[in-house]
């Protein structure tokens, strides 16, 4: 089954309701799908085909809802890239998935144009405003009659998605026509979604976290997309009021900024039943609040790239634990072990594995790093965890960020939490430097609401931690480094990039 599929089924049983709400006007689904199938056309005349390899530039506008069913209806394997990436992030990922052509939006083109010279597999560039030597948006339009839609295996590539690259060079993971319908079908399982639910999707749409739990969901049951393509607390929290929305997906630092505004004691929320936050780990402290100040109980569950999305959440029906990101998804194993593979008891610390029909088939072009990740057909995730007796899971850390001082393995995001219940620190990252003695030290690196010395920070953590856990060094900034999706990113912090 080729995916797209979804989005042509949704057209013909809700044709006329509205798929996508942009700026001030509103597309039905029938009005995408057209649109869809024009474009696919278009794109065939000018190349693109089954297997060909796509990058994808743009910002949350639905010609990149367009595009990319487009793409994936001619059995072609998209990559989204970042619109916020630099030339050299650019000219990477489009030589590394060896793409053929580029699509990019009007912000985008400048930076893709830059990135082309060391690209040598890329032949046409597809733009939104008019370029020399690119092929313009208006002129890709195809004979709807002319459309068909390209058969695809369930292993078939259908997007190849980039991680963060945190720990060095970002990997391609290979994402199947299979893992999207059956994480599509699954998140919409898990969130009751219905289609008289209204998402607002302001986290960009390149990221699988978005694209997933705001655009499949929706398609799969045909829901309505409110689509933003910038964050403001202020218009975020007023459009979430005002318009009724029931589904809004966040990550920690939106939140924290909805807390730190006003409107938010002001407004109405009572149409918001799922307030949901992914990317990166989430302060229990902000949760409490937000869930106080919105009435919703703010949704939270665990995923990465090499997972589609998600691999574990609160189901319907289930009580929230608070500091767990839940249960396993329904048809996914999931084991914590230790170094040697065996399964820890409940409440030690080991690493997640899991295996199922969510699973990425592999890195592109990267066989070792695949076979270090997928290993007996179970992915290694590097992430730290421990397991309640009623199998809730609680990530710990990164197995790559724990710390080991002195002999003793500490867990940044302990910290992390700590530092986060200090009334003046707004956000902190926590990691460890080399030292002679310890062979690690702890470093906290921390934006504040007020003037707050390290002293004060130092003595804070004293209280509520072990003293091997206590921060020796604390950097006070004005802003911490993040992605696109606003998870801290911390290796420029590691390799002071930063200052």
Known sequence: MNISQLLFNSAETYPSE???FFRNQSFSYEAIADQVKRKAVGFR?????DRSHVGLMMGNKPEYVIAYFSLLSLGATVIPINPAFKESEITYILNDSE???VIADEIAIEAVLKALPPVSTVKTVFSL???KNCVSWEDVNGMIQDFFLEDKGKEDPA???YTSGTTGKPKGAIITHSNLDWMSHTCAEMSEVTKDDRILVVLPIFHAYAKLQGIWQAVYKGSKVYLEERFVADEILNKIAQKKITIFLGVPTMYTLFLSNPSIKELDFTDLRIAGCGGANLPL????????AMGVQLKEGYGQTESTVMISCFPPGVDRKYGSVGLPLPGIELQVIDPNGREVPAGEVGEIIFRGPNAMSGYYKKEQETSETIRGGW???GDLAKRDEQGYLYIVDRKKDMIIRGGYNVYPREIEET?????NIIECAVLGESDPVFGEEIAAYVVTKIDTSTEEIIAFCKQHLAHYKVPRKVYLLDSLPKNATGKILKAPLKNRSFQ
Do not use: S
């Open 18 to 20: 509205a798929f996508i």
């Open 45 to 49: 005349e000018y190349g693109i085909k």
């Open 99 to 101: 793409a053929e052509a």
């Open 129 to 131: 405003r008019k370029e």
């Open 159 to 161: 997007q190849i998605i």
């Open 285 to 292: 402290d902000t949760l409490e609040k937000v869930n106080e």
């Open 379 to 381: 992915v290694f995730t």
């Open 419 to 423: 530092l986060y219940n200090h009334p």
